[in-house]
């Protein structure tokens, strides 16, 4: 069975910082990643994704993920908060052309930021 | 756009009650599912649902069922409400052509049963 698990479950940093949000999964084939946002009393957005090709890839509002087979991780970075990065951030996996495409998601990381 | 819409944005129900959670989607989509959002365990699938008619338990099914006899529809159903089915219930759909890539969430439904 398919797991993710985010190990930091509250991360607080200041604005102008960089950020990173720690990704493990566990997963006995091609892993589909993604990271998706979810701003205080707003949807599930998806920031970014993965599946083949570069391993680094970039997404919506300045993030970018960088995918690493040999340590099964896929982190999240920015290098530069802004205050409204404030938001609970969630990792999944998927399994490629899996029927019923169900989506497997970490517990979470809620991201504070400091003026 | 894809809209995944949640009858209830909130929900307060009596223990042991019958609860219906509804969602609908207008994209034709093949696969809807429900999941429920707790602080520190993110979001666990409930069930799920590629076809008509058709169902699949996720990872946390006990004390739920679901309905699908319409495309569009997807059902949440809590057949004897307890209190430790408090929690954020989010539906979400994405088609067979577009796979994970393209789920829709709805806002969700918050439901605290009492």
């Known amino acids: 069975a398919q797991s993710v698990t985010q190990p930091d479950i509250h991360i607080t940093v200041s604005e102008g910082a960089s950020l990173e949000l720690r990704c493990n999964y566990s997963y006995g084939a091609t892993p589909y990643l993604f990271w998706y946002v979810q701003s205080p009393g707003q949807g599930l957005q998806l920031l970014l994704k993965?599946?083949?090709?570069?391993?680094l890839v970039q997404g919506i509002k300045g993030f970018e993920a960088e995918f690493k087979r040999s340590q099964s991780s896929f982190n999240l970075r920015k290098p530069s908060v802004h205050w409204s990065d404030a938001a609970e951030y969630f990792c999944a996996v998927a399994r490629f052309k899996a029927a019923g495409n169900k989506l497997t998601f970490g517990g979470g990381t809620r991201v504070l930021v400091k003026p | 756009d894809v809209k995944v819409t949640q009858s209830s944005r909130y929900l307060v129900k009596r223990t042991g009650e019958k609860v219906f959670l509804e969602c609908v989607q207008d994209?034709?989509?093949?696969?809807m599912f429900w999941y429920r959002q707790d602080p520190g365990l993110g979001l666990r699938l409930i069930y799920f649902?590629?076809?008509?008619?058709?169902?699949e338990k996720g990872d946390i099914p006990e004390g739920y069922s679901v309905s699908r006899e319409k495309k569009e529809r997807f059902s949440l159903i809590l057949e004897s409400a307890s209190t430790n089915q408090t929690s954020m219930y989010l539906c979400a759909s994405t088609s067979e052509r577009t796979g994970p890539d393209g789920y829709t969430f709805g806002s969700g439904t918050r439901l605290t049963v009492v």
């Open positions: 649902s590629y076809d008509v008619k058709m169902k």
């Open positions: 993965y599946f083949s090709g570069d391993t």
């Open positions: 994209m034709d989509h093949e696969n």
